[in-house]
């Protein structure tokens, strides 16, 4: 096969139409084309436009995931799924993550600390790290995260229980039911009793 024709997309001023025997074929960056040292006139096989096609798909899976990326961290899993309902198939989207690993732009462990400090005033231990691994932390990494961060889980159970407790009288029903608030925020038992005693001692 040969190619015919590069255009550059109208919409897309970064991205080049391929032709191979004056019949579309796919597109590229203008980054790749060059790369790869496209040109009208050289002749490609099926491998190489398989191999071509294949470094596309994972340049446009990259983008998508960096896009993606850039206004919050996310976890491995979140990108995985993510690019798999963009449409990838798992061989591209296994390349991507694994780039991503590589730049340090996905880091379950960064991710899990950062999650752990912006959540642990409202949220208790069991909370937490239920959400971590619905998104897909797995626990050895949820525990090196909490080793490495400073957390006053009782502080952060007494902080919720002040906001529960706000215009309410400390009544045995009030902190009753506040106990078993937090309890249902991830708190243990322990850390909810401790905050409910504050309260009893105020």
């Not at 400073?150 to 009544?171: C, F, P, Q």
Request: glycine share 4%.
């Amino acid at each position: 096969m040969i190619i015919t024709k590069i255009s550059v997309q109208e919409k897309n001023k970064e991205y080049c139409n391929v032709f191979l025997d004056d019949n579309y074929a796919f597109s590229l960056s203008l980054e790749q084309v060059i790369l790869l040292r496209l040109k009208v006139g050289n002749e490609v096989s099926k491998k190489d436009v398989k191999d071509i096609i294949l470094k596309s798909e994972i340049e446009k899976a990259k983008n998508l995931a960096i896009k993606y990326l850039s206004k919050y961290l996310k976890t491995k899993k979140e990108i995985k799924e993510y690019l798999t309902k963009k449409g990838f198939e798992y061989i591209v989207v296994r390349e991507v993550i694994d780039k991503l690993i590589e730049y340090s732009l996905i880091d379950d462990l960064s991710y899990s600390k950062k999650f752990i400090e912006a959540n642990s005033r409202t949220q208790g231990k069991r909370m937490i790290e239920y959400k971590l691994m619905m998104k897909g932390v797995s626990k050895d990494i949820i525990a090196c995260a909490y080793s490495q961060v400073e957390v006053d889980e009782t502080d952060g159970a007494i902080n919720l229980a002040k906001k529960h407790l706000r215009n309410k009288e400390l009544t045995r029903e009030n902190l009753s039911k506040t106990y078993k608030y937090l309890v249902g925020k991830g708190f243990s038992y322990e850390q909810a009793e401790s905050a409910i005693n504050y309260f009893k001692e105020q």
